[in-house]
């Protein structure tokens, strides 16, 4: 195998780490993004007193009290910003990690870089003292 062909695998093995890391950070992100909006619409069943399997909460005081709809279009705007706003966080979030990982691989390789050039200016010294 030449040098050419080495480096051209070195290259496609980066890109595939790369996009395996995007691939991995937008499942996570879609994970969470899921998680959310179960929470928020608990959150929202709570408060609009219906319980978990469709009923209505009944009270002890209010046995024939029926809940009001869900808010949904009056509080459209405010979800699709606070959606915005969560989606904006995240997305920070995988792009710091994707920068943090390149600086990491770039730091790995300028200290192999390092080290080839030391070791080779130690054999230049060691080659000069034995003549």
């Known amino acids: 195998m030449s ?3 080495t480096a051209d695998n070195r290259d496609c093995n980066k ?3 790369l996009e395996s890391d995007v691939m991995r950070a ?5 994970k969470i993004q899921a998680g959310f ?10 408060e609009s007193g219906i319980e978990n399997d469709g009923s209505p909460a009944t009270s002890e005081s ?8 869900l ?4 509080t459209s705007t405010r979800i699709k910003t606070l959606e915005d706003k969560s989606a904006t966080k995240i997305q ?9 990982k390149r600086q990491q691989v770039a730091a790995a390789a300028a200290t192999r870089i ?7 200016r130690t054999r230049k010294q060691l080659k000069k003292t034995d003549q």
């Open 3 to 5: 040098l050419i062909e």
């Open 15 to 17: 890109k595939e780490d």
């Open 26 to 30: 937008n499942a996570a992100a879609t």
């Open 37 to 46: 909006r179960g929470y928020r619409v608990r959150k929202q069943l709570k």
């Open 62 to 69: 209010e046995t024939s009290f029926s809940p009001p709809p």
């Open 71 to 74: 808010k949904r279009q009056d």
């Open 92 to 100: 920070a979030g995988v792009r710091g990690f994707l920068v943090r």
């Open 114 to 120: 390092q080290a080839g050039f030391r070791g080779f």
